[in-house]
């Protein structure tokens, strides 16, 4: 039985409206690149730079990868840890890549332009909205009431996937991106991404420790590749708590390390002016 629900797993289902939408992506993509950069980008100007397009075409491959078969089959039918992985991709992997593949230009034109939906962009990414939003959005789609539904209602899993992207794309606003003047410091990134790795562990200390089955939705009387549902209960907030945080955590101790060389080479230079001012 074990061996025909692996099968029946990896049994390929077509998703056209997620090709769809990455052709959109990609159409899009080329027309801002190809007719509008043209246009507001001073003549002899890059439009869009090598690393950008490298960038755009992880985000879109992982998107892909994400959203498409078979991760998102397995994850919607069988596992909720692979569900897990699948909400790690596209909150803290892809929406990072889509910010830096993004000219500044375009990024102007999207966030900083005095328009009224300019003005609630600006606003919704201001970290402190950001944050809470981002996190709100974690916790309710980790109610179970919620996943239990999402299993049940395609269209609403793919609602809520795009929420998980749309806030975590604010979310990641003042961190990285084009618009250095929309960011926050470095320590400052430090601290929100610390605080951004705090809220995640509620749901996975509630689902490795839970003594029943929290989404029945997954309790299938038949295991793919024999995980039993309390396993890939523990399974999915091991992903959410080790990995997710260890993500995070990473990126914060890159930026430390940063900061930190930074110092050294400002004192080392603050030395050497001193010796020069000492010689002279």
């Excluded at 549902?229 to 999915?236: S, T, V, Y």
């Excluded at 959410?240 to 990473?250: C, E, P, R, S, T």
């Amino acid at each position: 039985m074990i061996a025909l629900l692996a099968v029946s797993a990896w049994e390929y289902d077509a998703h056209p409206e997620v090709w769809l939408l990455l052709a959109a992506i990609v159409g899009l993509g080329v027309y801002a690149v190809r007719a509008i950069g043209p246009l507001v980008v001073p003549a002899g100007e890059a439009v869009v730079t090598a690393a950008q397009k490298r960038f755009f075409v992880s985000a879109v491959l992982l998107l892909w990868v994400a959203a498409d078969w078979p991760m998102h089959d397995i994850a919607e039918d069988h596992l909720y840890f692979v569900h897990m992985f699948q909400h790690l991709l596209i909150a803290f992997m892809i929406p990072p890549l889509f910010l830096l593949a993004m000219p500044a230009w375009l990024a102007r034109l999207l966030v900083l332009e005095d328009g009224l939906p300019q003005r609630i962009l600006r606003w919704f990414a201001k970290p402190l909205v950001a944050g809470v939003l981002f996190n709100a959005v974690q916790i309710l789609f980790h109610w179970s009431k919620v996943v239990n539904f999402s299993v049940e209602n395609g269209a609403f899993h793919y609602v809520m996937h795009l929420a998980v992207f749309g806030t975590a794309l604010l979310m990641w606003f003042p961190v990285l991106g084009p618009l250095r003047e929309m960011q926050m410091t470095e320590p400052g990134k430090m601290v929100y991404l610390f605080l951004m790795s705090i809220v995640p562990t509620v749901p996975a200390g509630w689902l490795t420790f839970a003594e029943g089955i929290v989404y029945k939705s997954y309790d299938h009387p038949d295991h793919l590749w024999g995980i039993t549902p309390r396993n890939d209960q523990q399974m999915a907030g091991a992903v959410m708590k080790v990995v997710g945080g260890f993500y995070l955590w990473i990126l914060i101790a890159i930026r430390f390390f940063k900061i930190a060389g930074q110092n050294r080479q400002a004192d080392e230079q603050a030395r050497r002016d001193r010796r020069t001012r000492v010689d002279v």
